[in-house]
């Protein structure tokens, strides 16, 4: 890869990047050998011009949000992984929220309860960003993001910028169009009712609390490792197994709650994946349900 040429632009361009970056910084699981680059890009006009390069070089390309739901390779990412952290706007007019996607959800929360308005709280507490939100359709406690989005903004990697109605996003239980094409999620427009500021703020309390009695906070995590099987709980089907404290490396299934792999001792991304082989096996034999990952695995 013409790595040489890509620094170069980025110099030339005052792009913040780094070499042989330690994913285990940028994920919640802190778990992850280096990308080869890590560029954070501040603006839309940055990352054209990041995408323009890449593609000129023939290079590869990640996008990444808060790394909230990724299990990154031991052995890295080849290419360029590009953080939209930094494009992080929030705008509220009446009671529609625009947010860039390196936004983070609890920020949007946060800015929709300072204008009462009503329809997010489900949000609170889950640790990723608008964009990885909405790829994933994120939701929690009866909610999800496809009830409060209605329209987005994306750009190609050929620097084409469109924007795309709720319809036509295809959002399902974690998943949206975006997982199956090219299109990088710039700006999200979420559309609210107006509310009660107490009544907000309770519910949200109230999520968080439930969150932190039930969840494994106090550890890295990428949240439920498993999707939600249809007639099951991922958990209850673990728990039955009494694969509770079951651990491999420093990989764990959480005491706490059965469905969160958790790294609770310097684990690395070989261990989480022969645990949750291990976990999918056990409960395919004794169950016959075929656990889903939800966590998405990325790299080398
Ligand atoms: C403790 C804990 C609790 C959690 N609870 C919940 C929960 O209740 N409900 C829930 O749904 N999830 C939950 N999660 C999982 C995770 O927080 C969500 O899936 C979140 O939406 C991921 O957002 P992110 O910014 O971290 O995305 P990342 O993990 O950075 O990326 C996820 C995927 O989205 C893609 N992506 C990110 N941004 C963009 C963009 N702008 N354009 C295109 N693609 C993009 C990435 O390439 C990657 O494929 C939890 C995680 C943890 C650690």
Redesign the pocket.
Known sequence: MNYKAFEEFCKNNKIEYCKNEPMKH????KIGGNADFLVKVASLNELKAVLKEIVKLNISY?????????LVSDKGIEGVVIS?LEMNEISVSEDTITAF??A??AAVCNAALENCLEGLE??Y?????????????????GG??SQVVTKAE?ITPDGKTASIALKDMHLGY?TSI??NTD????CVTFKLKKGKEAEIKAKMDDYITR?RSK???EY?????TFKRPEGYFAGALIEENNLKGKAVGGAMVSQKHAG?VINYNNACCSDVMELIDYIKKTVLENNGVQLEC???F?GR
């Open positions: 940028h994920t919640s699981f990640f996008i990444l949000g808060k790394g909230s739901n990724l939209l996607a390196g983070s959800l489900f949000a507490g889950i640790p990723g960003s608008v964009g990885g939100a909405l790829y994933m359709n994120a939701g929690a406690y999800e993001m994306y974690r975006f997982k299109k990088i999620i710039t969150r969840q494994p906070l890295p995590s990428a949240g439920s969160f939800e966590v998405i990325v």
